[in-house]
């Protein structure tokens, strides 16, 4: 492959994700369980392939050695009635520096994250926490000591648990394999002071092998706020090149539009603000979904190798997709152009998962902000109906290429691609191509005015054969040895068929009574005949 690749049982996969936070729906909106499944309806209409979703430890864990998988339980069963893959964000010790509350704590605080004797407190207000483990006060009376040995030990020994129960639920519930991936912790760090990247690298990776350890493997990551991804990297890099390896697969960033000078500036940095550090896959793990430049950022970031999730779904955080009039969804007005990316981005899912901008990929107009001719792979250009409109080609094979436009456009196709033909259509699950309609091609032209995926390819002419042999097997009979890339006719001279013969390229025997016939197209005439 051309760049690192994220695989679901064991075929490549690109996701299109966002994050939906039910748990803050739940615990600080008060959304029933129906409400939320209609979220996870919608979350499917919208194109996503993948739902990111926070599990709690407290959620699975209430009570010290009493696990209830009632909560878990609801998402899988959600996400493999709506064809969704999920990413389970594992909120165990550590979130932002600290043990949070499962609702918000000046609403409907409810309960910490973690039970009661990983960390107990009577109120949002109060100071007066405990542990069995280590506080460290000198950062927060909610900040866990990372350096406790059996602290990461008793979350490692939750989480596998919690995989295997995946992997019991999994088996019987159709093996539709609905996690395909785990987030461990959230922006890890600590409070007035940070945790050494050593330190915190070491305690993720031992957690994380609560997921290699376990009978449901997938990968594992770690989210990032923008001024420690790069040394976070660096360090689980080098844990993965020492005799302790890491089982922390990659390290992300969570980036948002605030941090940066100007719209063009973070857009700019959607290709460059993961760095490319050994075998680290490149990922922006949150991005302000309200954002109206947000479905334009997701096509930068594939400029830059790059998966992307957006945060988040809805009516939480200041940061969600879509707004709310109380429990009813409110669209924004930039829904339909994620919509649009989404469906070209699943259309030719494993070559997106595969192919690296520049190489075999290209992405036009990834700012969203030209309407000029742009030149890119192997001579195709692209001209954009809107200045928002973006455009993908990929190399499928020397001889074919995706063009993938998100709406109005003109691709333009090189001299060398003279004749070509044309058809729409979508890769499959097989990553074989299913035609859908021809497409015209008009003066190397191809015109789109809807989102969708056209394979050019070389036009093919295919000149049938037949190869005739007469053989005499024994008085009064004989017979033909045919071979030919088609189906062919023989005929008597009256012009009657006699026989139809699939020869699939192979020589096949015919028996027929001596005389004289006609192959195929009463081209080839055969005299049988006796000794």
Known sequence: TQKYVLRVTGTP?????IQLRLDLLRYSEEWSMDLCEKLVAQVAADGFNTVSVPVHWYEVEPKKDRFDWTIL????????KYGLKMEMLWFGANSGGHVQWLGRPNKNAVHLRTPDYVLYSPSPSSKETTSEFTIRRDMSDYTLDIADDRLRERETYVLKEVMNHIADWDAANEKKHPVIGVQINN????????????LAISYLNGVAGAVKQSDYVVWTRANCVFWNVAGRIQENEAHRLSGEKTNLDFVGIDTYRHHFASDASFIASMRNNVPYVGKNFRMIMEIDAKDANS??????????DKSFDYYNFCVVDGNALYSNNGMELVERAHIGLVRQRNKILNLANQDFALKSHGKGLYVYNYAGKSTDLEKGLDGIAYFPGTASSQAVAIRHTNEDYLLLSTSTGNIN????????KATAGYMNENNEWVS????EIINRVIKFTAPACVKVSKEVTSIPFVHVESVDIRPGRGGLLVRADHTIGIYNLKGELEVNVNANETYVWVSLPSGYYVVENRKIICLLYTS
Do not use: C, H
Request: proline share 6%; charged share 15%; no cysteine.
């Open 13 to 17: 996969f690109y996701m299109t994700n």
């Open 73 to 80: 339980d609801s998402y899988l069963k959600l996400v493999n």
């Open 187 to 198: 922006e890890f760090i600590g409070m007035r002071t940070t945790f050494p990247n050593s």
């Open 295 to 304: 479905p334009i950022y997701q096509m930068a970031a594939l400029a830059g």
């Open 413 to 420: 196709l090189p001299a060398s691609m003279d004749g070509w």
């Open 436 to 439: 859908e309609s021809d497409v």
